[in-house]
């Protein structure tokens, strides 16, 4: 496999959007944004879910690469969680569907959603889930991060209907922590995951990384034993995005300190080993799942969905996200709010619909999502007959490698392809395919 590795380490997305956001072209004007939210809830077969993001952070860990806010000023916790209140307001008065249709999925990420006091959660969530139906199977999730996470939060969580908590995690060795600003010692992870168990929380999850700083078989096999003592119900263990020019605490990494390639690779395959050994069934190209989670079921059914939170069992038709630079999502349009706090604020505060960017998708670009997100969940896809002769040219190096094949109009990832997803999905990126990138925009795919 290694010149598989070194051949197909190319930059590539990862998908979580078609477009990928570079692509992005217009933003739908704040009418046509909001018809397209009234268009989604009109279907009587359509579900949503709502994203809330917390930009917080008490300190920065080198490698991340999320839209955070660094600040101990924990005064900002109350105006915040007031701003997002205004702006859903300011959608429901506009989106009156938004109180009746049934709510399936709550996911609170940052930033750090645990920045906020036990009384400012109350505060921020109790009116919205006072103001929403509900649906049967509704689903409550929230990042933690361990560090910065007490019983009180978990119990005020608990008792808002969440069910669900994803645990910042990442790697449990030392060295790997001290190298990525993130001192987090196995017994804090420890004391939450038995909290979150006491409390009664259906479904733990940890987040972790390969391919940080120092990094080794040997810290990688310790990392995922600790992490299999303490049995969370998913993880999701994500490749590093290698990506200093947008992030550029980043470049504090020395280049001999990081995995890459097969090295990179190995460590995956090393924890993959171990955690499917423990039990664990592997989900899409970065998740895994005890046989007892809905996530392991949605994919026994071919049920499993992605957006931009990742794979999910909950398929939804709009994530409508909240908060500084939250994205969201309809079958005609994504969405992304302001990602200047004070821009986003002063936004807000007139009742404006935020919004930073976008992309009104075209015929082409929704078949080529479907298409996408159906490759990525199941590892195999329909084409079209057009289509057909075009992927055998496109992907003639993966099929003679033998990481996917052509069956009739079917196109399918064989198991030794599995590391290659995010190449092979290249083939339907007809916009990339138009236009190349003048400069490095994606990571690395492996
Ligand atoms: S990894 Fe989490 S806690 Fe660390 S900076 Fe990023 S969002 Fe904040």
Redesign the pocket.
């Known amino acids: 496999m290694n010149h598989l590795f070194a051949k197909y380490d190319i930059p590539a997305p990862r998908y979580t959007s078609y477009p990928t956001v570079p692509y992005w072209e217009e933003a739908p004007s704040t009418d046509l944004w909001i018809e397209h939210l009234k268009q989604t809830l009109s279907d009587s077969q359509s579900s949503w879910a709502m994203y809330m993001h917390v930009p917080y952070?008490e300190s920065?860990?080198t490698f991340?690469g999320?839209n955070?806010i660094i600040t101990k000023d924990h005064r900002r916790e109350e105006p915040y969680a007031e701003l997002i209140l205004k702006e859903w307001q300011t959608y429901l008065s506009q989106v009156p569907a938004l109180g009746q249709k049934a709510l399936k999925h709550l996911h609170i990420g940052?930033?750090?959603p645990t920045f906020l006091s036990p009384e400012n959660l109350v505060k921020l969530l109790k009116p919205i889930l006072s103001q929403v139906k509900l649906a049967d199977n509704f689903e409550g999730s929230i990042e933690v991060?361990p560090r910065r996470t007490t019983t009180e939060q978990l119990i005020v969580l608990k008792e808002l209907g969440f069910d669900r908590v994803s645990l910042?995690v990442q790697d449990f060795n030392p060295e790997v922590q001290r190298l990525v600003n993130?001192i987090q010692p196995y017994e804090i992870t420890e004391k939450i995951t038995s909290e979150a168990r006491r409390l009664g929380y259906r479904s733990v999850n940890f987040d972790l990384i390969y391919g940080l700083a120092k990094q080794t078989p040997e810290t990688m096999l310790d990392t995922v034993q600790k992490t299999v003592q303490l049995r969370p119900d998913r993880i999701a263990l994500y490749s590093f995005a290698l990506v200093p020019w947008i992030k550029p605490a980043q470049r504090l990494f020395k280049d001999e300190d990081l995995p890459t390639g097969k090295a990179k690779r190995d460590l995956y395959e090393l924890a993959r080993r171990e955690l499917i050994a423990a039990g664990y069934v592997e989900v899409g190209m970065d998740h895994f799942a005890l046989p007892t989670d809905s996530l392991s079921q949605a994919l026994l059914q071919k049920k499993l969905h992605r957006n931009f939170m990742g794979y999910t069992d909950q398929k939804t038709d709009l994530l409508l996200g909240l908060g500084v630079s939250s994205i969201s999502e309809t079958p005609y349009s994504f969405h992304q709010n302001e990602k200047v706090f004070a821009t986003y604020q002063q936004r807000v505060e007139q009742q404006d619909i935020p919004t930073h960017r976008g992309h009104i998708l075209s015929e082409e670009d929704r078949s080529r999502r479907v298409q996408i997100l159906q490759f990525m969940t199941n590892g195999t896809v329909e084409l079209d007959q057009e289509q057909k002769q075009a992927a055998e040219d496109f992907l003639k190096e993966m099929i003679l490698d033998d990481l996917v094949q052509i069956n009739g109009l079917q196109l399918q990832m064989t198991e030794k392809g599995k590391p290659f997803l995010r190449n092979a999905c290249l083939f339907f990126d007809e916009r990339l395919k138009r236009q190349k990138p003048q400069t490095q925009v994606f990571s690395k795919s492996l």
């Open positions: 952070c920065l860990c991340c999320c955070t940052g930033g750090t991060d910042g993130r």
